[in-house]
DNA sequence: TTCATAGTTCGATCGTAACCGAAGCATCGC
DNA sequence: GCGATGCTTCGGTTACGATCGAACTATGAA
């Protein structure tokens, strides 16, 4: 009766719905403090406190003390993605939060997962990716093609200092609210700050939405088109 | 405070230790009846009962009554990669069920992870396939060129007939044990069978592991060799 | 029919962990 | 120094869920 790695531990830290809302809030890439995490957890600071204390002593959770604030980020992508992969299984078999409802349109438009786009939007700019040329996908991986490498330079992106990181270039990750993949990796990570720093798109405060200026949304469609 | 599916209820199904050695019990493959279960999980079968209504009404098992006696097996092989990918998290954090110990040498050596190899052989065999030219590793993604389809022939393994099942020919899948990664998809689970047919190994009884004959051992480092 | 085995349901116990109030540190601004 | 803010620790309460004994249902064997 014991083989293997210890899942149950894990299970529980996430299987606290407090700490589940904790987690997925951190999952929009950016830290957050343990009054705020309390906010979205529905709980005071003082329970956060205790639970926060629990998922860092369990590796998911690493904090940064500046000034008399505590901010709290997941410890690194492999967390994000097994949260992201948790809510993409939980949606397919139905476990949603409350009722069925037609839930956050704007979050299921575009939003951040961890630090890449996700979401309607960011479905689409893999599949336009693709259909293009710019990205090879092979089985259940992506690559960059050599046509993608030129055409994002045309956007801004120099592939050459994303190649030095030891983060992997392209990532598929699977999309919980459209059930197919989007790109993430140091690319989608790329893209998406390319986007904020062009203004085409800024992140909400409260809430893992990114919301698209009317001429940021012109240029996306512009240069990620559905092939018809 | 509420975006998204709820992570919290399928983290706490997991979350509980006698739970979590069923389902870890269940990657093994094989359908287990109530009783079994109740063992692994070092409980009575009142409370195994009770937990595995719970995991069935959880969508993560399904059961098979045959005689009097109920059969379970994992709902889908998405619940075997989720249980899978835990592990390899949880293992990749030092959260080991028992101290640290070399635990069971031979589970790492070769175990089932649901229908396919996995453990030292299992990394070794797609090592081995990828250095001979038989399998394209793209990314995350794996892809079957020509010459690894023929090849897969003289093995006597018809790869026109997988491709025809709607489940992917190639995926990787992350080695808990070993971690990196190997062979899943139906051609893992054909390779698996085919030498489980050939008897060059046998499942045992009630672990994970996979015992190979020590013909069986010399044709499969034959057949998989590593490149010096 | 009767007995045995496999499994579920009921009822009650018990432990753990989530929770909050209050007090205790730490850091900032003054 | 002082108070205010952010967060943690302590103590005690509470509630949920895991657990098992016992009773009940279902299938199979004799």
Redesign the interface.
């Known amino acids: 009766?014991?083989?293997?790695?210890?899942?149950?531990?894990?299970?529980?830290?996430?299987?606290?719905?407090a700490?589940?809302?904790m987690?997925?809030?951190l999952t929009g890439g950016r830290a957050l403090t343990a009054t705020e995490l309390a906010?979205?957890?529905?709980i005071t600071v003082q329970t956060a406190s205790t639970h926060l204390a629990k998922l860092e002593a369990?590796?998911l959770l690493t904090q940064r003390k500046q000034g008399r604030h505590r901010y709290f980020t997941l410890a690194d992508e492999?967390?994000a993605r097994?949260?992201e992969?948790?809510?993409?299984?939980?949606?397919?078999?139905?476990?949603?939060?409350?009722r069925p409802g037609p839930?956050?349109p704007a979050?299921r438009k575009a939003r951040i997962c961890y630090d890449h786009l996700a979401g309607d939007y960011g479905v689409r700019m893999l599949d336009s990716l693709i259909a293009s040329g710019s990205i090879?996908?092979?089985?259940?991986?992506?690559?960059l093609t050599e046509k993608g490498e030129s055409d994002l330079k045309c956007i801004g992106i120099d592939v050459g200092t994303l190649r030095s990181s030891r983060r992997?270039?392209?990532?598929?990750c699977l999309d919980?609210?459209e059930r197919r993949a989007h790109l993430a990796g140091s690319l989608g990570k790329a893209l998406l700050s390319n986007f904020l720093d062009k203004g085409w798109a800024r992140r909400t405060a409260e809430?893992?939405s990114v919301i698209f200026s009317p001429e940021g949304d012109r240029q996306f469609l512009r240069l990620f088109p559905v092939d018809a």
Do not use: T
């Not at 009766?1 to 719905?17: H, R, S, T, V, Y």
């Not at 992997?168 to 598929?172: A, E, I, K, Q, Y």
């Open positions: 009766m014991k083989e293997g790695p210890d899942i149950a531990q894990i299970g529980a830290l996430i299987g606290d719905p700490r589940a809302n987690l997925a809030a906010g979205v957890g529905g369990g590796g492999a967390v097994l949260i992969s948790m809510m993409g299984f939980a949606a397919g078999r139905g476990h949603l939060r409350h839930k956050e979050l090879e996908a092979v089985g259940e991986g992506l690559a992997p270039l392209c990532r598929s919980w609210s809430s893992r």
